[in-house]
């Protein structure tokens, strides 16, 4: 839903990193709500969880990937991250985050992916980065299907319990 109009002010995702006092829920509680609905299900009940981001969305993700231990990792094409989302840190430990990121991104820039790949490790989390040519978004020109198939690969192999 839309709580308020969009402007430079909004956020679009609510989340505890980013409150809207207007929203009646933030997107951690309804991701926890699907996650309540699908996960009881017999089709689904062993089935790994992977959040999948994207732009403004990333803070929202990372908060729900630290809150509910269900989701093992998120892929993240063009978000903003931020080591002051983490915490507390050992709420990260485990789980992985794959960055899909193109260097020519003016909207979210790679130095946040960059930097996420020094602090993320060092709070017990896996993180790879895979660039792509092009700005932000799913610029024509790159395989978005291949390499968010091996990003997704890639989350399962690092956090499967050995």
């Not at 309804?30 to 309540?36: E, H, K, Q, R």
């Not at 490790?121 to 092009?134: D, I, R, S």
């Amino acid at each position: 839903p839309q709580w308020r109009p969009p402007s430079e002010s909004v956020t679009i995702w609510p989340s505890k990193i980013f409150p809207d006092s207007k929203a009646k829920f933030t997107t951690e509680e309804f991701i926890g709500a699907i996650l309540n609905e699908t996960l009881g299900r017999e089709v689904v009940k062993d089935a790994p969880v992977v959040a999948l981001g994207w732009s403004s969305s990333g803070h929202a993700i990372y908060s729900s990937l630290m809150k509910f231990r269900e989701i093992r990792g998120a892929m993240m094409n063009g978000a903003r991250c931020q080591e002051a989302w983490f915490r507390p840190r050992a709420a990260i430990k485990g789980k992985a985050v794959f960055f899909y990121h193109s260097p020519e991104d003016v909207v979210c820039p790679i130095g946040d992916a960059e930097e996420a790949m020094k602090f993320l490790p060092k709070a017990g989390a896996h993180a790879k980065l895979v660039t792509y040519p092009g700005g932000h978004g799913w610029p024509p020109g790159a395989d978005h299907t291949s390499a968010l198939r091996d990003g997704l690969a890639w989350i399962l192999e690092s956090t499967a319990k050995k």
